[in-house]
């Protein structure tokens, strides 16, 4: 069976360090992958997504980044961070069919002080 | 642009009742599909259910069903016989049209349901 793992669960930075977020995806290959960020008490925003090695969309401008060095692997960077960018973090994949779910990671609780 | 609402912002039911969450949507794709997830206090989102824009019945899956009402543009959320564990926020979501660039979800707002024992 699949399984996404992704790290670390929380997460403390200062106001312009920079971050790693990793996740990745076990059982199934040439997944979909996604970042999305959660406000507190909010629905889900779309931040990026892939369908291959290699290939990053972004949904919306921001200090933020992504990359996808393997097939399962998805990585969310930052250079410095900026105080607006605490929420919670997750990661998920799904399968190419239309009505395939997005299937999600635990999270990372982010808090930039 | 495709938008989800869900107008509830909390809702109580009593344990053993059954309950509607609220969803309604707007698109101008013919083809979409409809996805409701859980998520609770612990942070993690189950995927609970799915409607496709073409399916002819509603979509049902165990204790939860799909109210879909395509005219109205509303994929509202039953669950029957709750449980204390049902307790968590409700999310609404629609896949992004006929896309060929990724299975994207534009989630609504989300509702706080609470279940009293």
């Known amino acids: 069976s699949q399984t996404i793992h992704q790290w670390p669960a929380t997460l403390v930075q200062p106001v312009g360090s920079p971050l790693s977020l990793e996740c990745t995806v076990e059982g199934t290959s040439n997944p979909n992958l996604y970042w999305y960020r959660q406000a507190a008490g909010r629905g889900l925003q779309l931040l990026f997504y892939s369908v291959g090695i290699g290939q990053i969309s972004s949904e919306v401008p921001q200090n933020l980044s992504a990359s996808r060095p393997q097939d399962r692997q998805f990585i969310l960077s930052s250079k410095k961070l900026l105080l607006s960018d605490s929420g919670f973090y997750l990661c998920a994949w799904s399968a190419g069919q239309r009505n395939s779910p997005l299937h999600f990671g635990n999270g990372t609780r982010l808090t930039v002080t | ?117």
Not at chain 2, 23 to 52: A, H, N, R, V
Not at chain 2, 90 to 103: D, L, P, V, W
């Open chain 2, 1 to 117: 642009a495709q938008k989800i609402t869900q107008t509830q912002p909390g809702m109580f039911v009593q344990e053993k009742e059954a309950v509607t969450l609220d969803c309604t949507y707007d698109t101008s794709d013919p083809s979409y599909g409809l996805f409701w997830y859980k998520q609770p206090s612990s942070g993690e989102m189950i995927f609970l259910i799915y409607q496709g824009s073409y399916d002819q019945q509603n979509a049902t899956e165990g204790r939860y069903s799909l109210n879909f009402q395509k005219a109205r543009k509303s994929a509202n959320l039953v669950i029957s016989a709750s449980q204390l564990g049902d307790s968590a926020m409700y999310f609404c979501a629609m896949r992004r049209g006929n896309n060929n660039a990724g299975n994207m979800l534009t989630f609504g707002g989300g509702t706080r349901l609470m279940v009293k024992p």
